[in-house]
């Protein structure tokens, strides 16, 4: 039976704000109208023209006009309701292609676009129910809760866009009905390369097994012409949610030339500021066949193998004392213990002066957190249309513990503070301070690391190419009393944006500036940003002063690309100016390269950490 969707708009908007809100977007509505209108007459004129049109352009794009009603930082459209029994709950599962949460009457716009939505296998409506659903028909309606859920339904990697609509029922004005829509991604991912005739890789990921929200990936590589290891493998399947636990349960195997690991892990966060326990259960054992160690001045290779296990468990509520002022009712204060062993089978060499690093551990911490977490809907940060969910609030954490390593018995301390607002008029702001270090006695330091962080984005700038957003990333990060091969890297995409191996130390200072064009491109489904990024860097170790050091430079411009409906990540053009990189023969750097979506930093307490040194 098919579902009706009511047109619930005036749920959120009464009929004041509608019209105040088509009166500031009346402009840039006639502007662009005009605009396309033109472009569109003029291509379909033509034959050849109009099916580029058709190919290049979709008239539903979900930008700031057309999803007022996302990225606004509205109020709760759930208050209303608030205390209503729950009658009847619907489950409506939208096609992958074509239909949208905000516009389910949308249709696919080609066979091509048809067929896919038959060949998907969409989630199944009892595993939606059991296992992604945080109330039922008799609760009552909460607020909260209802947000979260869509939050959460959003966040799982199976679905595209989730919405929950509440409509009065009929017969009584105590009832309601709650209609849950989804809308899935496209969910089998296969892709690889091959090399030559006897090199190749081939990867197939299912990120919705048989409709049950399991993620099943399998990857093989071979290399005829590799001495130690021709034939590869990675395998790992999850399954989220089981049940009503909401416990995720995953298991890993990987056989390749440098890694071989075998690992079980059970997990639930702390999903949402209402749930009250949380904790996890690891045990893996992991071999490193040709492990390669840095220190200031050289590099070598050593064999590695370790147990690795890891418990926790945490349980939230709400403080009995005030803070913060307005929203406290979404405040917890989180308390959780945490044990670790690490149990080294092959390792290099250990003293008290060489390769501590590598010394056995048995680690156990406790922590006591104040989070507040709330947050807002939006477009266009890091996706390409999906509704995001954007964090805001503070956490502040206290870690403390022993730790019985094989070198002798050292205490931990540590501490940690980020905060974050989101103005419409400003945009999202976000910094945070990290310090901690191990204490053999109350004045020796060991291993302590101090990092501050900051990322700003600001508002989403309409013009008639598209919807502009600048990110800064900034972030320092220092070393105190650590090992002779611990070190740290501007090496990597996520840094400096090229690999090498000269640019690490002990202390790091580090900024991304992006420029990020939206553009109204659509190519077979896949929307277009076009992106400018300067990247500069320092780091170096204790021998020299930060300053000292030269100032490490990436320039660039990318075409990065991406389907929402689809699982894998972006991907993009990209050409690069690397100017004074150590050892680079080739300072202009082509590439084409898959692009992970970034994730925001929440401020949910989760396990007691020894505060990472990256």
Do not use: C
């Not at 662009?32 to 580029?52: A, I, P, Q």
């Not at 939050?151 to 989730?162: G, M, P, T, Y």
């Not at 003293?351 to 957190?369: E, K, P, V």
């Not at 972006?570 to 390269?593: D, K, L, M, T, V």
């Amino acid at each position: 039976m098919k579902i009706p969707v009511p047109d619930t708009r005036s749920d959120s908007l009464t009929l004041t704000d509608s019209i105040s809100k088509g009166i500031r977007d009346s402009k840039q509505i006639a502007r662009d109208s005009l605009f396309y209108t033109k472009l569109k007459n003029r291509m379909f004129k033509h034959r050849v023209t109009r099916e580029l049109h058709k190919l290049l352009f979709h008239d539903n794009y979900n930008s700031r006009i057309k999803t007022g009603d996302v990225n606004e930082i509205e109020v709760n459209p759930f208050i209303q309701y608030q205390g209503r029994v729950i009658n009847k709950i619907y489950v409506r599962r939208l096609g992958v292609f074509g239909p949208s949460v905000y516009d389910t009457l949308r249709r696919p716009r080609s066979w091509l676009e048809r067929t896919a939505n038959q060949l998907h296998a969409d989630t199944r409506e009892g595993v939606i129910r059991r296992s992604f659903l945080l109330f039922e028909e008799g609760d009552r309606v909460s607020p909260d809760t209802l947000r979260d859920n869509e939050r959460l339904l959003r966040s799982s990697n199976v679905f595209h866009d989730a919405r929950i609509i509440v409509v009065p029922h009929g017969n009584s004005h105590g009832f309601v009905d709650v209609y849950v829509i989804t809308q899935d991604v496209w969910s089998l991912l296969p892709s690889g390369s091959v090399g030559a005739l006897n090199r190749f890789d081939l990867r197939l990921e299912q990120r919705n097994f048989r409709g049950l929200a399991h993620t099943f990936s399998n990857q093989v590589s071979y290399n005829g012409t590799d001495p130690f290891q021709k034939l590869e493998y990675r395998g790992r399947y999850i399954i989220p949610y089981i049940g009503k636990t909401f416990f995720t349960g995953q298991a890993d195997l990987v056989q390749t030339r440098d890694l071989k690991q075998y690992s079980l892990r059970f997990y639930r966060p702390f999903l949402t500021p209402d749930t009250k326990w949380a904790g996890s259960a690891e045990l893996s054992y992991n071999r490193f066949p040709r492990y390669v160690v840095f220190s200031e001045d050289t590099a070598r290779l050593t064999r590695l193998g370790y147990y690795y296990n890891d418990i926790w468990a945490g349980y939230a509520f709400k403080p009995f004392f005030s803070f913060l002022g307005e929203g406290d009712d979404r405040t917890r204060l989180v308390v959780a213990a945490r044990f670790t062993r690490l149990a080294f089978t092959s390792r290099p060499e250990v003293r008290a002066d060489t390769n501590q690093l590598f010394q056995n551990t048995n680690a156990t911490l406790f922590s006591i957190g104040l989070s507040r977490r709330r947050y807002v809907r939006d477009v266009l940060i890091y996706g390409f249309g999906r509704t995001e969910d954007v964090p805001y609030g503070s956490l502040a954490s206290i870690v403390a513990g022993y730790d019985n390593a094989e070198l002798g018995q050292r205490k931990y301390l540590g501490f940690k503070y980020s905060k974050a607002h989101y103005l419409e008029s400003f945009g999202y702001l976000y910094g945070a301070l990290s310090i901690g270090s191990y204490l053999r006695s109350k004045t020796q330091v060991e291993q302590g690391v101090l990092t501050l962080e900051s990322s700003y984005f600001t508002p989403l700038r309409t013009t008639n190419w598209g919807n502009w957003r600048h990110f800064i990333n900034f972030r320092y990060t220092m070393g105190a009393e650590r090992f002779t091969n611990e070190y740290i890297t501007l090496s990597g995409r996520d840094r400096l944006g090229i690999n090498n191996d000269n640019l690490r130390g002990t202390r790091l200072l580090l900024t991304n500036i992006e420029n990020l064009l939206f553009s109204r491109l659509n190519i077979v489904g896949f929307r277009v940003a076009i992106v400018t990024f300067a990247n500069l860097g320092l780091v170096s170790y204790q021998t020299r002063k930060l300053f000292q050091g030269p100032l490490y430079q990436g320039y660039g411009v990318a075409f990065r690309l991406r389907n929402e409906n689809l699982t894998f990540n972006s991907f993009q053009i990209r050409i690069a100016w690397y100017p004074n990189i150590p050892g680079n023969a080739a300072p202009f750097r082509p590439a084409f390269e898959g692009v992970p979506t970034a994730r925001f930093r929440d401020f949910d307490t989760s396990a007691p950490e020894i505060i990472p040194y990256r």
